[in-house]
């Protein structure tokens, strides 16, 4: 997405643009986009196919034109669930790109020797479990028994535990702070990895100017990260709009609609209740939202040319 | 500010930031020993958050493992990696070559039809996949994960090593062509050897992502023993819901390839991780 410049070849160009060439050089692309196409391109089409429809999955279809639209963007339940994505976007974003900065910020320098690699290697064993697994274990952590409330009385906070996941008011931050787990080792490796290629001198220089640490982090940190806090933004933002497995593991949904998120009501409605137009149109909303967060993350993030 | 005190700035600062890194580890692990503990626990009990047990039921993790089917799931994960990282790697490398060294007429479109679906949710195409691959006749069959996941997996694979192709300096080629190589054998003696290391780190990437995933095995396929890792352990929560002990043994045992794999390989694992994010 970030450069079309190179995707013309400069100089001289392999003698192979056309005739014979062309075909051999078209017999290589081709098998990749033949299940590109079948298992993706196809698939969204019948998807916009699908979202304009009246179809349980087995009977008759029912053209509606843009009924099903209508519906995604008036029914309340279903505004809800783009509503909750949103909120899961402050959790699992702005915690692990905070902290991920915090960290980078501190260290600055390549995290070397045993340590380095201690906690690099610890830090990324949740983006290698299934989702399925941090939503088991922290749905164990978050139960009325589980360690954090046993936590919350140790330190003399008795009072406020319960059992989070099954809380109207609790349950949507709590599945925020389970995403924030994931995604915050690998944020914190990639701004910590960033930092350290940013050139000491500007740090220096900055000093001398008598720039305070804050004043280090906005002029030197953050224009230096720039790339960086792009990728992590966009990861995570993808992560939380697009959520499924952590939310249908932990609380399904619920308690009533409240953790209920785009991907998971897709589901839901495709194949338990086989309103298979409507989930379409909420599907094609979906990635209608995650396009439109995504396209400025990319242009504000992009390095400035030249 | 003076020197000393600048120094001594800094060694605090790095003694805050290990201090926080510390914590961030303990708080990453920690999920996975409260799971330990509870998993000792008798089964059927429904223990404190984090105890030692004072009879550690090993037997726990004998129990899940058989109840789980363990082994015959281990077969089925390994099936499908087998059936989608080779092909996947294979097919989305090729492209990657010939979109970016053989470039012919349109090749720009086409790429960029492929970036398209870098940022695209599953759940998107997740209801026409079914009827798809109903219509196929696959459906609760091993095909039907691999498909699709082939496919899914052509976005990240195309842009990553046409990347790492349009960087492999044209001399090499050019070389090739001299010699009168033709455009197969130039892939598979020239520029092949040379992409080891983005081939290694796309291919642990794609065996990562098709035994975590979840939502397509479940849609796709009926018996959880027929998934892979990830699609079972859904499965098993349902099952365990209210056996806590069992259910932390066996979420323990599903993890445990992995985790060990990665600890093996954890070089290849994190570069593939760090990269692969700055990438896609």
Redesign the interface.
């Known amino acids: 997405?970030t450069e079309?410049s190179?995707?013309?070849?400069q100089?001289?160009?392999?003698q192979?643009?056309?005739g014979r060439?062309?075909i051999?050089?078209?017999?290589?692309?081709a098998?990749?986009?033949l299940?590109?196409?079948?298992?993706?391109?196809?698939?969204?089409g019948?998807?916009v196919y699908?979202s304009l429809l009246r179809w349980n999955?087995i009977g008759a279809m029912q053209f509606k034109g843009i009924a099903n639209y209508i519906t995604v963007l008036s029914e309340p339940d279903l505004l809800q669930t783009i509503g909750n994505a949103f909120q899961l976007v402050l959790y699992f974003t702005i915690l692990p790109v905070g902290?991920g900065l915090?960290?980078a910020q501190?260290?600055?320098?390549h995290l070397s020797g045993r340590?380095g690699t201690?906690?690099?290697?610890?830090?990324?064993?949740?983006?290698?479990?299934?989702?399925?697994?941090?939503g088991?274990?922290?749905s164990?952590?978050l139960?009325s028994?589980?360690?954090?409330?046993?936590?919350l009385q140790f330190i003399g906070l008795g009072g406020i535990t319960r059992g989070w996941l099954g809380d109207f008011d609790f349950a949507l931050p709590a599945v925020g702070f389970i995403g924030a787990?994931v995604l915050?080792?690998?944020c914190?490796?990639?701004l910590v990895?960033g930092i350290a290629k940013i050139d000491p001198t500007l740090y220096e220089a900055a000093?001398l100017d008598g720039a305070s640490g804050w004043d280090e982090f906005i002029y030197v940190t953050l224009p230096g990260l720039r790339?960086?806090i792009g990728?992590?933004i966009t990861?995570t933002v993808?992560a939380a709009?697009?959520s499924?497995?952590i939310v249908?593991?932990a609380t399904g949904g619920g308690p009533g609609q409240t953790t209920t998120v785009?991907?998971l009501e897709?589901?839901r409605l495709?194949?338990a209740h086989r309103q298979?137009g409507l989930?379409?149109a909420l599907?094609?909303v979906?990635?209608v939202l995650?396009?439109v967060c995504?396209l400025p993350i990319q242009w504000i993030m992009r390095e400035p040319r030249k | 500010?003076s020197q000393s005190a600048?120094l001594q700035g800094q060694w605090l600062?790095?003694f805050?930031?290990?201090g926080?890194?510390v914590l961030?580890?303990f708080?990453?692990?920690?999920?996975?020993i409260?799971?330990f503990s509870?998993a000792l626990a008798p089964s059927g009990t429904?223990?404190?958050?984090?105890q030692w047990p004072s009879d550690p039921q090993w037997g726990n993790f004998v129990e899940a493992f058989q109840s789980a089917n363990l082994d015959r799931l281990l077969l089925s994960s390994l099936t499908i990696v087998a059936g989608v990282v080779p092909i996947s790697v294979l097919?989305?490398t090729?492209?990657g070559?010939?979109?970016?060294?053989?470039?012919?007429?349109g090749?720009?479109m086409?790429?960029l039809?492929?970036?398209i679906?870098?940022?695209?949710?599953?759940?998107?195409?997740?209801?026409?996949?079914?009827?798809?691959v109903k219509w196929l006749g696959l459906l609760n069959t091993k095909l039907a994960i691999i498909?699709?996941l082939?496919?899914?997996y052509?976005?990240f694979?195309?842009y990553w090593m046409r990347a790492h192709f349009?960087n492999v300096p044209?001399e090499m080629?050019?070389a090739a062509?001299i010699d009168g190589a033709?455009?197969?054998q130039q892939?598979w003696l020239v520029q092949v050897p040379l992409a080891r290391a983005p081939l290694l780190s796309l291919a642990i990437l794609q065996f990562?992502w098709t035994?975590?995933s979840?939502?397509l095995p479940m849609?796709l396929v009926e018996v959880p023993l027929e998934r892979t890792?990830?699609g079972a352990?859904?499965a098993f929560?349902g099952q365990w819901g209210t056996n806590?002990p069992l259910?932390?043994a066996g979420?323990l045992l599903?993890?445990a390839p992995?985790?060990i794999l990665?600890?093996i390989f954890?070089k290849q694992?994190?570069a593939a991780?760090?990269q692969g994010?700055?990438k896609?």
């Open positions: 997405m079309t190179t995707l013309r070849p100089g001289p160009r392999p192979t643009s056309r060439g062309a051999v050089a078209w017999l290589f692309i098998p990749a986009l299940f590109y196409g079948m298992f993706v391109l196809i698939p969204i019948i998807t699908y999955g902290i915090g960290v501190l260290i600055r320098k340590f201690t906690a690099r290697t610890i830090l990324f064993i949740p983006q290698v479990i299934p989702l399925v697994a941090a088991i274990a922290w164990w952590m139960a028994n589980g360690v954090i409330n046993q936590t787990w915050l080792g690998l914190t490796m990639l990895t000093k790339q960086e990728v992590c990861v993808i709009l697009a499924f497995d249908y593991i785009p991907g897709v589901y495709a194949f298979v989930a379409s599907a094609i979906l990635m995650v396009i995504i | 500010m600048s600062g790095t805050a930031a290990r926080i890194l961030l580890m708080v990453t692990l920690l999920p996975f409260t799971m509870a429904y223990p404190p958050g984090l097919i989305g090729m492209a070559f010939g979109l970016a060294k053989l470039a012919p007429r090749s720009n086409v790429y039809l492929f970036v679906g870098l940022t695209l949710p599953i759940e998107v195409v997740i209801i026409p996949l079914f009827y798809e498909l699709p082939i496919g899914l052509m976005p694979s195309i349009v044209i080629s050019e062509e033709s455009a197969w892939f990562l035994w975590n979840f939502l849609v890792m990830a352990l859904g929560q806590i259910l932390c979420s599903i993890l992995t985790i990665f600890l954890q694992f994190v991780l760090l994010a700055v896609g």
